[in-house]
């Protein structure tokens, strides 16, 4: 018997849903929200089955739980809330409902006028078994109960006082689960604080404005353009071995600062501040300024070290070495860096290093930090990054971690759902209408939403994609909408309110004079910018929950080819988006756009009004279709919302 375990426990529980790869790693949700369970539940037989959702943090030792009601076709589901920013377990549990099965048997049998009177002493022993199960005043009613069966004049007074619902409810309350079967396997959630799912982000380099102390200044810009976090580069140390010059040229000037993802030097690595930008005192001021203003510090995490850093001497056995002994610098060929050293994460003994990076990461949560930007994760093992940021997260649950993995599909996912919490993603090429239509159906609903949230950036200091270049003022409005409602998370570079579009070459995707080589002045006043643009998305972001959503993204037809129609609505249906936008920058477009009115219970005569963001225009729209026009020279994108 013990190779098949208990003969007893008979119920089949598969399809168990959500689950990323049959629960070899956790679902990924928000503290404050309900979690759906789903599963095949069955055995053999007629038995009425009865199921239960089990469920705990996973540093709770008792297991809570919550009923699961038959669906269709043997599908069960259930719901439990996911209360806490926490990692949480569960699991199913499933058995015949003794009384339930006795009691459908019962009634068919008195229905077709037979006799049932060993059916009514088979029951009234199921009553009183429950009774010795139960104590105090459930134990007497479930008596009460027993005897009143028992003593029925007739069968039909009999099977009435069976069919009682407080019956059934006190002896579901005292069934005896001993021999219930306990799915094989348990899942887990992680459950993050809302800013993972809803945020804007905004990256700078504080260099270009001076210290820590001066880039203040651009929190401020950031806070009142309606952004939620603020992302810098590497603020360390920035090594002069092989320093790169202005447009990545192999030789620094005199006085070029340098590529800050070069860490390291004398000043010290990755736990120190770069002299010119102040102390650590400064940083944790800019920390404390930025979430007075209602924002949050994000730190690029670069694994990676220039020639100066101080583990080049202490610990040369976590670099990668030539044959002749010399440190290999990093190589992406074509491309070479000579001013960037790579770790082994796979060396001799891995864990001294595997622990500082634990080390480093907890020093600057200890400095407010609560948001990281991991640069190329996809070039570290798979492993690592989910014992780290396990680590880390079991002791800092609201550590949010954005991978930027601009890699193979697989290897993206799979850093997904080995912990990060956010990842870049392909939308910045994705500019034809059916291309963006597959693509964000495919990382906003499951079976990839439930480990994998997309946070889409137009720009990157290392991304000027060519629609930019070349598509003006009215690409840089569209991408913007575009990035900001399709999913609940995005992000902008500094100078993308200026539209900064000029490549360094022909056919090249990195900035002419790159702020990533040298600093960079800026007049954000200029004429052309788009603050008041991204202003208007990000407040509408804030005032219509419906974009704060991943999940809820729809598409919906137009008439015109390069008109993209999508829209976003609440689960209460109580607020609804829609946009249209024109994937043509250069001429205008006006178009038919299916409106789902049955789903918001709308008559097809009905008038309802819709609110357009950036023009701050009414339109009154009937019936299912509605008409857009869309011009390069005004708007390529409008935002709907809707108003009964």
């Known amino acids: 018997m013990s190779a098949i375990g208990d003969p007893k426990r008979t119920v089949v529980i598969e399809n168990v849903a959500p689950a990323v790869d049959g629960g070899r790693y956790p679902v990924k949700r928000e503290a404050g929200t309900t979690l759906e369970v789903s599963a095949d539940i069955f055995k053999e037989g007629h038995d009425v089955l009865v199921a239960f959702l089990k469920y705990r943090r996973a540093d709770e030792?008792?297991?809570?739980?919550?009923?699961?009601?038959?669906?269709?076709?043997?599908?069960?589901?259930?719901?439990?809330?996911?209360?806490?920013?926490?990692?949480?377990?569960?699991?199913?549990?499933?058995?015949?409902?003794?009384?339930?099965?006795?009691?459908?048997?019962?009634?068919?049998?008195?229905?077709?006028?037979q006799d049932a009177a060993s059916e009514v002493r088979?029951?009234?022993?199921?009553?009183?078994?429950?009774?010795?199960?139960?104590?105090?005043?459930?134990?007497?009613?479930?008596?009460?109960?027993?005897?009143?069966?028992?003593?029925?004049?007739?069968?039909?007074?009999?099977?009435?006082?069976?069919r009682d619902t407080a019956l059934a409810a006190l002896m579901l309350r005292h069934l005896d689960r001993s021999e219930a079967t306990r799915c094989e396997s348990q899942f887990e959630v992680v459950a993050d604080r809302e800013r993972a799912r809803f945020a804007a982000w905004y990256e700078f380099f504080p260099r270009s404005s001076g210290t820590l102390k001066d880039a203040e200044a651009e929190l401020g810009r950031a806070a009142a353009m309606g952004f939620d976090v603020v992302y810098l580069p590497p603020v360390h140390p920035i090594g002069r071995t092989h320093r790169k010059g202005k447009n990545n040229a192999l030789v620094a000037g005199p006085g070029d600062p340098g590529s800050p993802w070069a860490i390291g030097s004398e000043e010290g690595g990755h736990t120190a501040v770069h002299p010119e930008l102040g102390t650590l005192e400064d940083f944790d001021r800019f920390v404390e300024r930025a979430r007075s203003l209602g924002l949050e510090v994000a730190l690029d995490f670069a694994i990676q070290c220039s020639p100066d850093h101080p583990w080049v001497r202490a610990h040369p056995e976590w670099f990668f070495h030539r044959p002749d002994g010399t440190i290999k610098y990093a190589e992406n060929p074509p491309k070479k860096y000579q001013d960037v050293y790579p770790l082994n994460f796979l060396g001799a003994d891995p864990a001294p290093l595997w622990e500082e990076m634990r080390r480093i990461l907890e020093f600057w949560i200890g400095h407010g930090v609560r948001a990281f930007r991991v640069d190329n994760p996809h070039t570290k093992p798979v492993k690592f990054w989910a014992w780290l940021i396990r680590a880390i997260q079991d002791a800092h649950p609201e550590v949010v971690f954005l991978s930027e993995a601009f890699t193979r599909p697989k290897m993206m996912q799979a850093l997904a759902k080995a912990g990060f919490t956010q990842s870049y993603t392909y939308f910045t090429w994705r500019n034809e209408k059916q291309e963006l239509i597959d693509?964000?159906?495919?990382?906003?609903?499951?079976?990839?939403?439930?480990?994998?949230?997309?946070?889409l950036w137009p720009n990157t200091p290392d991304i000027l994609h060519a629609t930019l270049q070349t598509g003006g003022r009215a690409a840089f409005k569209l991408r913007l909408v575009l990035a900001a409602t399709l999913s609940s998370l995005y992000g902008i570079y500094a100078g993308y309110e200026l539209c900064e579009n000029v490549p360094r070459e022909a056919?090249?995707?990195?900035?002419?004079?790159?702020?990533?080589?040298?600093?960079?002045?800026?007049?954000?006043?200029?004429?052309?910018?788009?603050?008041?643009?991204?202003?208007?998305?990000?407040?509408?972001?804030?005032?219509?929950?419906?974009?704060?959503?991943?999940?809820?993204?729809?598409?919906?037809?137009?008439?015109?080819?390069?008109?993209?129609?999508?829209?976003?609505?609440?689960?209460?249906?109580?607020?609804?988006?829609?946009?249209?936008?024109?994937?043509?920058p250069l001429a205008p477009r006006s178009s038919r756009v299916d409106v789902p009115i049955a789903e918001l219970g709308i008559g097809e005569d009905e008038p309802y009004r819709m609110y357009e963001v950036l023009s701050d225009r009414w339109f009154e729209w009937r019936g299912p279709r509605g008409y857009v026009e869309l011009q390069p020279e005004v708007n390529l994108a409008q935002i709907f919302v809707l108003h009964r």
């Open 61 to 113: 030792p008792v297991w809570r739980e919550a009923p699961m009601r038959h669906a269709d076709n043997d599908r069960w589901a259930g719901l439990f809330a996911l209360e806490a920013n926490a990692r949480w377990v569960f699991t199913i549990e499933a058995l015949a409902e003794p009384f339930r099965s006795w009691l459908a048997d019962l009634e068919k049998r008195h229905a077709a006028g």
């Open 122 to 162: 088979e029951g009234t022993a199921l009553i009183r078994a429950a009774a010795r199960r139960a104590g105090g005043e459930d134990a007497r009613r479930l008596g009460r109960y027993a005897d009143r069966v028992a003593q029925a004049t007739d069968q039909a007074e009999a099977v009435a006082i069976a």
């Open 439 to 455: 693509y964000l159906t495919e990382i906003t609903t499951p079976p990839v939403a439930d480990y994998f949230r997309g946070n």
């Open 507 to 584: 056919a090249s995707e990195e900035y002419l004079n790159s702020e990533k080589y040298e600093l960079k002045l800026r007049d954000w006043c200029a004429p052309g910018n788009l603050v008041d643009v991204i202003t208007r998305v990000n407040r509408a972001r804030y005032q219509n929950r419906a974009l704060q959503l991943y999940t809820n993204l729809k598409f919906y037809g137009s008439d015109d080819p390069h008109v993209l129609f999508y829209g976003k609505m609440t689960p209460e249906r109580d607020n609804a988006v829609f946009v249209a936008a024109s994937l043509d």
